[in-house]
């Protein structure tokens, strides 16, 4: 049975890496979309109804929902960067959690059905004693916290889906490490990369999709914190060999050539909480999803290329 079936569907940060390929596989479920994006956006493409909003605008936000009404809202708009510099403080706690802030009152207010947010594999654990090591890590940490907060003291209808390492075709910030070294190594040129040791937990965008589409239905949920990850770990250093592998190139990549960020940590999805709530595991190894991705990259090379010029 399609729960999702004639639900008004908000989704945030549409035009995304995520969320283009949410609202793909929403389209197929016979939903309602509206679609927010910070940029410029047709008013109606494929049936999905557009709209330019910055979600950390609660002015704008609140007329976007009194239009609405939505039943569900997935929040994917942030603003993703691993950089550690002073300047991101203030755009990192804007976009990502003044938005979060935001989606949580309205979704109170409007008694929307669910509210999905999403949380980062940067985030400290929560049952640890670590800390935040970045402007971004800080901002999607506090973000958890008020959606802890909201649920316990407000009954706010909120589930946080933490995603660990994304990837897959058509990634839209070409400068992340898998597109960036499979568009290099495809035009034969030597990406520059760091040691290349550090352990990540790798997730293919589709099986990240269909947790989001079940998180938003399953029952009895609310307030949980739930990890989509693979499991396991491969280093970066793993994974470029891979792409080298598929790609065949005449260089091979440059490491140590930049030097690795301060503070990276290692966290490993527990996918048992999203099995025994959902019956949902991964299904796309890491080397079928790199397969995917590259032949997704050599046949869409000169779009990519456009791109990035």
Same mark, same amino acid.
Request: proline share 5%; net charge neutral; glycine share 6%.
């Given at each position: 049975?399609?729960?999702?079936?004639?639900?008004?569907?908000?989704?945030?940060?549409?035009?995304?890496?995520?969320?283009?390929?949410?609202?793909?596989?929403? *389209?197929?479920?016979?939903?309602?979309?509206?679609?927010?994006?910070?940029?410029? +956006?047709?008013?109606?493409?494929?049936?999905?109804?557009?709209?330019?909003?910055?979600?950390? !605008?609660?002015?704008?936000?609140?007329?976007?929902?009194?239009?609405?009404?939505? =039943?569900?809202?997935?929040?994917?708009?942030?603003?993703?960067?691993?950089?550690?510099?002073?300047?991101?403080?203030?755009? +990192?706690?804007?976009?990502?959690?003044?938005?979060?802030?935001?989606?949580?009152?309205?979704?109170?207010?409007?008694?929307?059905?669910?509210?999905?947010?999403?949380?980062?594999?940067?985030?400290?654990?929560?049952?640890?004693?670590?800390?935040?090591?970045?402007?971004?890590?800080?901002?999607?940490?506090?973000?958890?916290?008020?959606?802890?907060?909201?649920?316990?003291?407000?009954?706010?209808?909120?589930?946080?889906?933490?995603?660990?390492?994304?990837?897959?075709?058509?990634?839209? !910030?070409?400068? *992340?490490?898998?597109?960036?070294? +499979?568009?290099?190594?495809?035009?034969?040129?030597?990406?520059?990369?760091?040691?290349? *040791?550090?352990?990540?937990?790798?997730?293919?965008?589709?099986?990240?999709?269909?947790?989001?589409?079940?998180?938003?239905?399953?029952?009895?949920?609310?307030?949980?914190?739930?990890?989509?990850?693979?499991?396991?770990?491969?280093?970066?250093? =793993?994974?470029?060999?891979?792409?080298? !592998?598929?790609?065949?190139?005449?260089?091979?990549?440059?490491?140590?050539?930049?030097? !690795?960020?301060?503070?990276?940590?290692?966290?490993?999805?527990?996918?048992?909480?999203? =099995?025994?709530?959902?019956?949902?595991?991964?299904?796309?190894?890491?080397?079928?999803?790199?397969?995917? +991705?590259?032949?997704?990259?050599?046949?869409?090379?000169?779009?990519?290329?456009?791109?990035?010029?």
């Amino acid at each position: 049975m399609n729960k999702l079936d004639g639900k008004t569907i908000l989704v945030t940060g549409a035009s995304g890496f995520i969320g283009s390929h949410l609202i793909r596989r929403l *389209k197929t479920m016979g939903c309602v979309i509206y679609a927010l994006s910070r940029h410029e +956006t047709g008013s109606e493409r494929d049936g999905i109804h557009w709209t330019k909003a910055d979600v950390s !605008d609660m002015e704008r936000l609140r007329n976007v929902f009194t239009h609405v009404r939505p =039943d569900i809202v997935f929040h994917l708009a942030s603003l993703v960067t691993g950089n550690r510099a002073m300047n991101q403080v203030e755009p +990192t706690l804007r976009s990502n959690l003044m938005s979060t802030v935001n989606l949580l009152t309205l979704v109170t207010e409007y008694k929307c059905d669910r509210l999905v947010t999403v949380g980062s594999m940067e985030e400290p654990d929560i049952n640890s004693n670590d800390f935040p090591s970045s402007p971004y890590s800080a901002a999607k940490w506090a973000a958890t916290g008020y959606s802890r907060m909201f649920f316990n003291l407000y009954n706010t209808p909120v589930v946080t889906a933490t995603l660990y390492m994304v990837y897959g075709p058509d990634q839209k !910030d070409t400068t *992340k490490l898998i597109p960036y070294v +499979t568009n290099a190594l495809l035009q034969n040129t030597a990406p520059k990369l760091s040691s290349g *040791k550090r352990d990540i937990d790798w997730i293919y965008v589709n099986d990240v999709v269909e947790g989001l589409v079940q998180i938003a239905v399953a029952p009895g949920i609310e307030g949980e914190i739930i990890d989509f990850g693979s499991g396991q770990t491969y280093t970066i250093r =793993d994974v470029v060999e891979r792409i080298v !592998d598929l790609t065949k190139p005449d260089v091979m990549p440059q490491f140590n050539a930049v030097a !690795d960020r301060p503070l990276e940590k290692t966290r490993i999805a527990n996918i048992r909480l999203a =099995d025994s709530l959902m019956k949902w595991k991964p299904t796309v190894s890491l080397h079928e999803g790199l397969a995917r +991705t590259v032949a997704w990259y050599r046949e869409n090379m000169n779009n990519t290329k456009s791109q990035t010029m």
